[in-house]
C-alpha cells in the first residue's frame, strides 16, 4: 500500500507523488509563490499556504475531471484548505508527517502507512484498517498523470490566475456537492463573468484585422461601466463568437444570480446550479483550452 505508483512533475517547479493507498503529496521547495523566507512573518507563512492550497485545488479541479472523463466515475470532492494540510518532511511516504488540528491528526493516525511494513494487510489485527481499504474507489494512475500535465501546460499559459479560476470551480463543485446551491451559483457565476471578459478581450484584439480601431476606441471597449457583462454577451452571441444555446443559458444562470443578489427571497434550486455548472464548463473550454467538469452528484446523508 506504501508503493509510489506515481512520481510526476505538477509544475516545471513542483513535483508530485500518489502511493498506491491514495496519499498524493506535493514538493514545494522550489515554487516560489509557496516558499517561506522569513518564518517570523504570520502574513508571509499564511500566502504561502494559501498558495499551496490554491495549486491543490486546481489540481483536483483537473484529477476528478480526469477521472470523469476516462471511467465516468463520479467521486466524492475533496477541497484543500490552510487548516487541514498534512506536511511533509521530505517526499516519500515513509517520511514524517505533521498536523495541525485533530481532523487533521486523525488522517495522519488512522493511515496505512503508519502499519508495519512486513505486516500483510488481509491479516492486519484492525478490521476496521481493511474495511476503509475494500471501501474506496480506486483511481487510475493515469488520472493523476494527466491532471499533472495539463496542471503544468495551463500554470505556464495563466500563472496564478489560471489557478484561481480552476480553484473557485473546485469550490463551486464541493458547495454543489454539500446542497449550498447558493455558493455553487455565485462562484461558477464568478468564473463565468471572468472568462466573458477573456472572450471579449480577444474579440477587441481581433477587431484590427477587420476595421482600424486606435487607443481611444480600444479604450471605449475596455470600459466596463459601458460595456457590462450583460452588453458584452450580447455583442459576441451576435457575432457568434458565443453559441446561441449558451447564450441562452448564460442569461437564465445571470438572471438567477442577480435576482439572487438583489433580494430574492427563494433558495436557488439544484437545476439553477446545475446549468450553472454547464455554462462555467463550456466558457471554460472555450476562453482556456481546458475542460474542466463540475460535480452534479447528489446524495444525502441520514
Known amino acids: 500500500m506504501r508503493d509510489v505508483v506515481v512520481r510526476h512533475q505538477a509544475t516545471a517547479d513542483v513535483d508530485v507523488m500518489a502511493t498506491r493507498e491514495g496519499l498524493v503529496a506535493f514538493d514545494f521547495a522550489k515554487w516560489k509563490p509557496a516558499l517561506i523566507l522569513d518564518a517570523s512573518s504570520f502574513d508571509q507563512m499564511a500566502e504561502a499556504q494559501r498558495n499551496r492550497t490554491l495549486l491543490m485545488n486546481a489540481f483536483l479541479a483537473l484529477l476528478y475531471s480526469a477521472v470523469l472523463k476516462r471511467g465516468n466515475l463520479v467521486l466524492d470532492r475533496m477541497l484543500a484548505t490552510p487548516e487541514c494540510l498534512i506536511s511533509l518532511d521530505r517526499l516519500d511516504p515513509g517520511s514524517n508527517m505533521g498536523c495541525g488540528n485533530t481532523a487533521t491528526a486523525n488522517l495522519v493516525t488512522s493511515s496505512y502507512t503508519l502499519m508495519p511494513a512486513d505486516l500483510p494487510l488481509i491479516s492486519s489485527p484492525n478490521s476496521q484498517l481493511l474495511a476503509s481499504v475494500s471501501s474506496r474507489t480506486p483511481i487510475n494512475p493515469a488520472d493523476i498523470t494527466e491532471a499533472c500535465d495539463l496542471l503544468s501546460?495551463?500554470?505556464?499559459?495563466?500563472?496564478?490566475?489560471?489557478?484561481?479560476?480552476?480553484?473557485?470551480?473546485?469550490?463551486?463543485?464541493?458547495?454543489?456537492?454539500?446542497?449550498?446551491?447558493?455558493?455553487?451559483?455565485?462562484?461558477?457565476?464568478?468564473?463565468?463573468?471572468?472568462?466573458?471578459?477573456?472572450?471579449?478581450?480577444?474579440?477587441?484584439?481581433?477587431?484590427?484585422?477587420?476595421?482600424?480601431?486606435?487607443?481611444?476606441?480600444?479604450?471605449?471597449?475596455?470600459?466596463?461601466?459601458?460595456?457590462?457583462?450583460?452588453?458584452?454577451?450580447?455583442?459576441?452571441?451576435?457575432?457568434?463568437?458565443?453559441?446561441?444555446?449558451?447564450?441562452?443559458?448564460?442569461?437564465?444562470?445571470?438572471?438567477?444570480?442577480?435576482?439572487?443578489?438583489?433580494?430574492?427571497?427563494?433558495?436557488?434550486?439544484?437545476?439553477?446550479a446545475i446549468e450553472a455548472t454547464e455554462v462555467c464548463e463550456k466558457l471554460f473550454e472555450q476562453a482556456l483550452g481546458v475542460a474542466v467538469a463540475g460535480h452534479r452528484g447528489s446524495k444525502l446523508h441520514c
Open 153 to 272: 501546460g495551463f500554470i505556464e499559459a495563466h500563472g496564478i490566475w489560471g489557478l484561481i479560476m480552476l480553484d473557485l470551480v473546485q469550490r463551486a463543485s464541493c458547495a454543489f456537492q454539500a446542497h449550498d446551491y447558493e455558493a455553487t451559483l455565485i462562484d461558477y457565476w464568478a468564473v463565468s463573468e471572468r472568462l466573458i471578459s477573456e472572450l471579449w478581450k480577444a474579440f477587441s484584439s481581433q477587431l484590427a484585422a477587420r476595421q482600424r480601431v486606435d487607443s481611444s476606441r480600444r479604450a471605449r471597449l475596455a470600459d466596463s461601466r459601458t460595456f457590462t457583462v450583460a452588453v458584452v454577451t450580447e455583442i459576441l452571441a451576435i457575432d457568434n463568437v458565443i453559441a446561441t444555446a449558451l447564450y441562452e443559458q448564460l442569461s437564465r444562470v445571470r438572471k438567477a444570480r442577480n435576482d439572487w443578489i438583489h433580494g430574492a427571497s427563494d433558495r436557488v434550486t439544484r437545476l439553477a
